[in-house]
């Protein structure tokens, strides 16, 4: 069961980071651009999930998700089944709650990319294709790198949001954090010991390689 939990945990941080990194580097280029009065506000709810408990924003993600309310019946209407209790609700709550440590490190690279390369490389008529090839790309590398390690390593170590939102279904939305609390309740700390060590190096590895990969690289994130 426990390997099961794993296997399911190491799913949805994949997809999770996938689809983060998909969605966090247009969003950060554009907040690195905007200079507006309302930049402060979306930066602000994109950070929320930082200081917010994850149990208040897996209540309201739980109520949008039923199917007395837009969400939850869209998504019924389109697949025949409800949202709530489901991989997918996981995975849409993941995707929120993990959103900052994508972000973040995004938007500092974005911030500290010299503006005098592009303009170069715009007098030198260099395609928009060839300047993210070229130059955009291979500068923000290690940042993405950080955003896809951070957004990994902190979709592992939810509680929270999965357990309000997916509940504690074997094999569907029962991660490695539920089983050790299941373990944990049932007095079985032999279990708890070995499922919370394997977490625990999980999560020192790739602390560790994210930053060794920053001071070598030289890279810097901050909060926006």
Do not use: C
Request: without cysteine; hydrophobic residues 55%; aromatic residues 12%.
């Amino acid at each position: 069961m426990d390997m099961q939990a794993l296997w399911l945990t190491a799913r949805l941080a994949f997809i999770t980071t996938a689809i983060l990194m998909v969605i966090a580097v247009p969003v950060a280029l554009g907040l690195s651009r905007w200079q507006s009065p309302g930049k402060a506000l979306v930066q602000a709810f994109i950070a929320l999930p930082l200081v917010l408990p994850p149990t208040v924003l897996g209540f309201y993600l739980l109520i949008a998700f039923s199917p007395n309310n837009a969400v939850g019946q869209g998504w019924q209407a389109l697949f025949g089944s409800p949202l709530a209790f489901t991989f997918e609700a996981l995975v849409i709550g993941s995707v929120l709650y993990s959103l900052p440590f994508a972000v973040q490190p995004l938007y500092a690279g974005f911030t500290q990319l010299q503006p005098t390369l592009l303009e170069t490389a715009g007098m030198l008529n260099l395609s928009r294709y060839a300047q993210w090839r070229y130059i955009i790309i291979p500068a923000m590398a290690p940042n993405a790198l950080i955003a896809a390690g951070l957004s990994f390593a902190h979709t592992i170590g939810e509680f929270g949001v999965v357990l309000m939102i997916g509940g504690n279904i074997p094999g569907e939305t029962r991660v490695a954090s539920i089983a050790l609390f299941d373990h944990v309740e049932a007095l079985d700390y032999t279990q708890a010991h070995q499922l919370a060590a394997v977490l625990l190096v999980i999560s020192l590895v790739l602390l560790i390689a994210l930053y060794w990969r920053q001071a070598k690289g030289g890279t810097q994130w901050r909060p926006m």
